[in-house]
């Protein structure tokens, strides 16, 4: 069998897209799923996504991880409106169906600004916050955050905290008022990844929610690149959720599986 894929990042953060309207794609062989993620066997990618059809939306987005878990994935969600569009099966505006319900976008050239759930409940501990942006996520602050070994002290984060479930672990510092710089270990690709959208999310409500600031519109420096976060809040939840950032076909290409 020989696929047809595109290549598309959203700040660092990359993907294998493919077209799936005609149900091509075997989904449950997730030997392959994480053969063309694989950077020196594949095609190599954190994470692969299928677009298909949907009753309920303009489309549905399927999304594995690198291992070939499911989650959400902001920047992939993102990613996947810029291939919608590059298909013609939106405009400007659209709603699309994900593992966690449907999702409002909008695309203005490489820039797509994706609604995010809304977060109800973020817990705050002594030295660190957890919570849920359609994925678990633990963010840390940290001090000289270019010194720390995100793979390591995030796996062990990972694993020894949060169980075979696991959690994403963020770490980060603060610029000014309302800019913040994070690293981010991703479950489901079990290494420090150059961009996360769920993540970035939870950074920017985190930092709110702790006091670190006041502002309701975010910007999250990423390795990869920058994204921003903005949102309401009312009565400890988090409603208004969005994601912005970019979102860019890098190449297509054809594999044999």
């Known amino acids: 069998m020989v696929l047809h894929f595109?290549?598309?990042?959203?700040?660092?953060?990359?993907?294998v897209i493919i077209d799936n309207r005609q149900h091509i794609f075997p989904k449950n062989d997730t030997e392959?799923?994480?053969?063309?993620?694989d950077r020196r066997f594949g095609i190599g990618a954190d994470g692969l996504i299928l677009i298909e059809n949907d009753e309920k939306s303009d489309f549905n987005m399927i999304y594995y991880n690198s291992?070939?878990?499911?989650?959400?994935c902001g920047n992939?969600?993102?990613?996947?409106?810029?291939?919608?569009?590059?298909?013609?099966m939106i405009g400007k505006e659209t709603t699309f169906n994900a593992i966690d319900g449907l999702h409002f976008?909008?695309?203005d050239g490489d820039e797509v600004n994706l609604k995010m759930g809304n977060v109800e409940e973020v817990k705050?501990?002594?030295?660190?916050?957890?919570?849920?942006?359609?994925?678990?996520?633990?963010?840390?602050?940290?001090?000289?955050?270019?010194?720390?070994?995100?793979?390591?002290?995030?796996?062990?984060?990972?694993?020894?905290?949060?169980?075979?479930s696991g959690s994403n672990i963020n770490f980060v510092s603060q610029v000014d008022d309302n800019s913040f710089n994070t690293r981010t270990y991703e479950r489901g690709v079990e290494d420090e990844t150059l961009s996360c959208g769920t993540?970035?999310?939870?950074?920017?409500?985190?930092m709110?929610?702790?006091?670190?600031?006041?502002?309701?519109?975010?910007?999250?420096?990423?390795?990869?690149?920058?994204?921003?976060?903005?949102f309401e809040q009312q009565n400890g939840s988090y409603t208004n959720i969005f994601l912005k950032g970019p979102a860019k076909q890098v190449y297509k290409g054809e594999v044999a599986c």
């Open 6 to 15: 595109f290549k598309y990042q959203g700040t660092g953060n990359d993907f």
């Open 105 to 107: 976008a909008t695309i």
């Open 208 to 230: 709110h929610k702790i006091g670190k600031t006041k502002s309701r519109t975010i910007k999250i420096n990423m390795p990869g690149g920058n994204l921003s976060v903005s």
């Open 124 to 164: 705050e501990k002594p030295t660190y916050t957890f919570l849920d942006t359609g994925s678990p996520h633990h963010v840390q602050l940290v001090e000289n955050l270019d010194e720390v070994d995100v793979k390591t002290v995030g796996a062990k984060l990972r694993y020894g905290m949060y169980g075979k």
């Open 32 to 37: 392959l799923i994480t053969k063309l993620c």
């Open 199 to 206: 993540g970035v999310t939870a950074v920017a409500i985190a």
């Open 67 to 72: 291992d070939a878990s499911q989650s959400l």
């Open 76 to 88: 992939g969600g993102r990613c996947a409106v810029a291939f919608a569009y590059y298909l013609g």
